[in-house]
């Protein structure tokens, strides 16, 4: 099978970066794979390692380059684009990994390169891991990859499209067409409030250590550890994600506070069927993920850790 | 090493009570152990298993019995205890292994046989699975066992204390005393609330699938997948931990929800100062629990799998 893209311009060498880069050239979907960081360290890293050819600037790195990914935090692409986007050729794709769609389509519109092929897009896949050290060729197989195109966009744009989905097709993803704004709200619900929580549950376990003189940490049990585990996610990138994704995120973050106020509500009134009730409902669309895929009930943490080289 | 008891009984034969037996038998640590169970296909069938004696009736199991281990859900405790006082003998250890201690503890006492030892207890070790082909007998290995034992008891009360702790030793339990409402505050923080919390970020996703056409389930991605796997835990049990540490539960509550608040505003106001800080602060407590020991870095869930048969 031919290459999808000649060469590819990957800006951020991290654990997505990384992987994308490793997998395109395993996998034979790129031609040619030319790597930028502004991390220095980080970039000559991942030149040592060999999963791509580093360049000497940005605009260096995106100038010959097909398909442009931005695998940098949320709150850092626009300033990735901006720094590139006039050294790139007309008719390449202008992308991303981002975990919210909305606000990074409007920034790369905002560009004012009409010749350049504007979709975002985002793999749902991850490890807590980060660096060039971190990636891997197979984090993107069997996962979902969704695609968030303009509507009605030229025959030109579509074929363009066409070929970042098979880009990612090639690389093991899943791939899913969906609006942009819808991606934000799913996500929100799926992701983005769930880490939220967790967060915010250490921070609460935080200040309770000293009430309890440190046994929180001594006793963690099954339920506080993995909340930790969540929250150990790199802060940078889930800042990025609450900034950017804010609309969503408050109206899903509104819908649990109701929620959990009926359930503190039970509890404060003794009301058991109320509790085993929601218990058992929650019980049931765990057996849904599963049954869509989306999990096994071998406890991993849904890390995919065994695929890990 | 001498049986530390001549003979136990098991009222209760699901993942706790099943481990409990294995282990006293296969770690002698109990001469023989005696089964009961309300439930007469699930006292069927660890009879089959093997791993102790059914009794004909509650008053037989606990009759010749050194120590009673109650291990139903914390509300159940109570009748299972009651209809079986009676039959106990005198200098018995009456006891139980629910993940609540001081109602546990004003129940057992309430039955008025001062003539048995009334100590509580607390494994905190377990799986999401129950019924009793769930056990294992190295379930307890390097695990906590609280105990909260009443504060000055005789001489003989002291004893049967430190014979209780000298037999949860042998099943491969780390031993730690704890005053009952101490315990019950500490496993607010790091269990009770986490698995409410939990239980209701499924709730509100299940709300959300309308709204999304299916695709909460569809696109689950890691952190809400590690929700529905706390949230797939026992309903009864978790009903009746609720129900038996509202005072706990409803304050540490409490303190989750100002810190939800202040976060909440943070992502309104666009403070991502506030949002960075206190995801740092979240990896940091991370590091503390890898370095206490109960946890490691590698994604497993905390949940031991590989130790299981």
């Excluded at 590139?84 to 769609?101: E, F, P, Q, R, Y």
């Excluded at 010749?115 to 979902?144: C, M, Q, Y």
């Excluded at 695609?147 to 030229?154: H, W």
Aim: net charge negative; charged share 25%.
């Amino acid at each position: 099978m031919a290459p999808v893209f000649k060469q590819i311009a990957i800006i951020g060498v991290g654990l997505i970066g990384g992987s994308i880069a490793r997998a395109a050239l395993e996998k034979g979907a790129a031609g040619e794979v030319v790597l930028f960081d502004g991390n220095a360290d980080a970039l000559k890293r991942a030149g040592e390692i060999g999963f791509g050819k580093p360049a000497a600037s940005i605009e260096d790195a995106v100038r010959d380059a097909d398909a442009v990914f931005h695998c940098v935090p949320v709150g850092a692409i626009s300033a990735t684009a901006k720094a590139s986007i006039g050294a790139m050729k007309a008719g390449a794709i202008l992308t991303d990994v981002g975990s919210v769609k909305g606000n990074v389509a409007r920034e790369f519109k905002a560009l004012g390169r009409d010749d350049v092929h504007v979709i975002p897009g985002h793999p749902i896949a991850g490890t807590e891991k980060s660096g060039p050290d971190a990636g891997f060729a197979s984090l993107f197989d069997n996962r979902w990859f969704i695609i968030t195109p303009e509507a009605g966009g030229s025959a030109e744009y579509v074929e363009a499209t066409d070929k970042l989905a098979e880009f990612w097709t090639m690389l093991g993803s899943k791939v899913e067409r969906m609006d942009a704004q819808r991606h934000d709200l799913v996500l929100a619900v799926t992701s983005h409030i769930p880490h939220l929580i967790a967060y915010n549950m250490v921070a609460t376990a935080y200040d309770m250590e000293a009430v309890t003189e440190g046994e929180v940490v001594k006793f963690s049990a099954a339920g506080f550890r993995d909340f930790t585990r969540i929250a150990a996610s790199d802060p940078t990138m889930w800042r990025d994600v609450f900034l950017n994704n804010k609309e969503a995120v408050l109206e899903v973050l509104g819908r649990f506070e109701e929620d959990l106020t009926a359930l503190r509500k039970a509890i404060r009134n003794a009301d058991g069927q109320k509790l085993f009730d929601t218990f058992t409902e929650s019980r049931r669309i765990r057996r849904e993920i599963i049954d869509a895929g989306q999990d096994t009930s071998v406890a991993n943490f849904g890390r995919d850790t065994s695929k890990k080289p």
